[in-house]
């Protein structure tokens, strides 16, 4: 469950102020910075103002490269790294590829000012490199990458916990609205009136009835827990209810179930279930032009698709089923249904789920 969640979860992206905002940020946090560092660091400065602006001017361009550089460099690790799920994996790649960062960002610092203020060339830069110049920046570098990095984790792990209530009460919800669904007066009614008939003309067909009835409401109670079954699961549960359908209908519908499921795919509890009931109540189904349902994958969705024929009363619908499997695929896994809505066919896909 927190690894869905954690997986959907984004870092607050900081590039989203722009490249000017940033610069103003780091202006205003860096320039008093370089002026305390310049008055603590530098003696001959305070007398001599050409020497100030010079080691000011040095202490600006560390500031701001080292504040520019971790900034735009932690927002893309916080936007790729997942802190919920590998916490000491995301801590070493933050942590080492920082330092690589600090230190790329020192030789490019000195590469602008060693030559315009020195007369420095490439080689005289490289040479002047040394051990403890890297020590400051570092101890810059990492603080500003603990400061980043407990943001986006702070951020993440909030985040997941309002996700994760989400979905327990979308779950709630999405039980609620299934057993609803399956056991209500309409379709109880139609299957006692059907099984009345079998009782008096087919005592043997009337008794697998009542024990595929049985199977039915037994199954919804089973997986109402379930946030994910496998699609073997859901194909075994959904079997009792076409044969009660079947029995009803006789040939005026028919099934065609195209699927081989593995042991690692999933679905959301009788979704293919509710959707095929979905079919029956809004289609008309006549032995001439019969309901033809048929259940297939393709390009990672399973499908549930019918042809249309127009009830001569059509039954009022709110769509909460669809709305429900919707909500209940796109806090699972964050992915959305398809949903084909044409003259002569509707169809609903519903996202492959693996391990």
Same mark, same amino acid.
């Given at each position: 469950?927190?690894?869905?969640?954690?997986?959907?979860?984004?870092?607050?992206?900081?590039?989203?102020?722009?490249?000017?905002?940033?610069?103003?940020?780091?202006?205003?946090?860096?320039?008093?910075?370089?002026?305390?560092?310049?008055?603590?660091?530098?003696?001959?400065?305070?007398?001599?103002?050409?020497?100030?602006?010079?080691?000011?001017?040095?202490?600006?361009?560390?500031?701001?490269?080292?504040?520019?550089?971790?900034?735009?460099? =932690? =927002?893309?690790?916080?936007?790729?790294?997942?802190?919920?799920?590998?916490?000491?994996?995301?801590?070493?790649?933050?942590? #080492?590829?920082?330092?690589?960062?600090?230190?790329? #960002?020192?030789?490019?610092?000195?590469?602008?000012?060693?030559?315009?203020?020195? +007369?420095?060339?490439?080689?005289?830069?490289?040479?002047?490199?040394?051990?403890?110049?890297?020590?400051?920046?570092?101890?810059?570098?990492?603080?500003?990458?603990?400061?980043?990095?407990?943001? *986006?984790?702070?951020?993440?792990?909030?985040?997941?916990?309002?996700?994760?209530?989400?979905?327990? *009460?979308?779950?709630?919800?999405?039980?609620?609205?299934?057993?609803?669904?399956?056991?209500?007066?309409?379709?109880?009614? *139609?299957?006692?009136?059907?099984?009345?008939?079998?009782?008096?003309?087919?005592?043997?067909?009337?008794?697998?009835? #009542?024990?595929?009835?049985?199977?039915?409401?037994?199954?919804?109670?089973?997986?109402?827990?379930?946030?994910?079954?496998?699609?073997?699961?859901?194909?075994?549960?959904?079997?009792?209810?076409?044969?009660?359908?079947?029995?009803?209908? +006789?040939?005026?519908?028919?099934?065609?179930?195209?699927?081989?499921?593995?042991?690692?795919?999933?679905?959301?509890?009788?979704?293919?279930?509710?959707?095929?009931?979905?079919?029956?109540?809004? *289609?008309?189904?006549?032995?001439?032009?019969?309901?033809?349902?048929?259940?297939?994958?393709?390009?990672?969705?399973?499908?549930?698709?019918?042809?249309?024929?127009?009830?001569?009363?059509?039954?009022? +619908?709110? +769509?909460?089923g669809l709305e429900n499997i919707?909500?209940?695929?796109?806090?699972?896994?964050?992915?959305?249904?398809?949903?084909?809505?044409?003259?002569?066919f509707y169809a609903v896909g519903?996202?492959?789920?693996?391990?």
């Open positions: 469950m927190i690894s869905t969640v954690a997986n959907k979860t984004k870092a607050p992206n900081w590039g989203n102020i722009g490249f000017w905002g940033i610069l103003k940020t780091a202006l205003i946090i860096n320039t008093p910075i370089a002026i305390m560092i310049t008055y603590l660091t530098c003696g001959p400065c305070r007398s001599d103002w050409s020497q100030a602006w010079t080691h000011f001017l040095i202490s600006s361009l560390y500031g701001l490269g080292l504040f520019l550089g971790m900034s735009y460099w =932690n =927002n893309y690790l916080g936007k790729r790294l997942i802190w919920l799920i590998n916490p000491w994996k995301s801590f070493w790649i933050a942590f #080492i590829s920082n330092i690589i960062a600090v230190i790329l #960002i020192v030789i490019i610092v000195k590469l602008i000012y060693l030559p315009f203020l020195f +007369g420095c060339d490439i080689f005289c830069v490289f040479k002047s490199l040394s051990f403890g110049e890297f020590i400051i920046p570092l101890t810059i570098g990492l603080l500003i990458t603990a400061i980043f990095q407990a943001a *986006n984790f702070l951020h993440v792990w909030k985040k997941s916990l309002v996700e994760t209530e989400k979905y327990k *009460n979308a779950q709630l919800a999405a039980q609620y609205q299934t057993l609803n669904t399956q056991v209500n007066p309409h379709f109880l009614f *139609n299957s006692l009136n059907v099984l009345s008939t079998l009782v008096k003309k087919d005592p043997d067909q009337a008794e697998k009835f #009542i024990h595929q009835l049985s199977n039915v409401y037994r199954n919804i109670l089973d997986v109402r827990n379930e946030e994910l079954i496998s699609v073997k699961q859901e194909l075994e549960t959904l079997k009792a209810y076409l044969f009660l359908i079947e029995t009803r209908f +006789g040939e005026r519908i028919k099934m065609d179930i195209q699927i081989d499921p593995k042991e690692d795919e999933y679905l959301a509890p009788l979704s293919l279930q509710m959707l095929v009931e979905n079919a029956v109540k809004h *289609n008309a189904a006549t032995l001439k032009n019969p309901l033809t349902i048929q259940i297939y994958a393709k390009d990672d969705f399973w499908w549930v698709k019918n042809n249309r024929k127009e009830m001569s009363e059509p039954v009022p +619908g709110k +769509g909460m919707r909500q209940r695929y796109q806090l699972a896994t964050g992915k959305e249904i398809i949903i084909q809505d044409e003259a002569d519903l996202p492959v789920i693996r391990d």
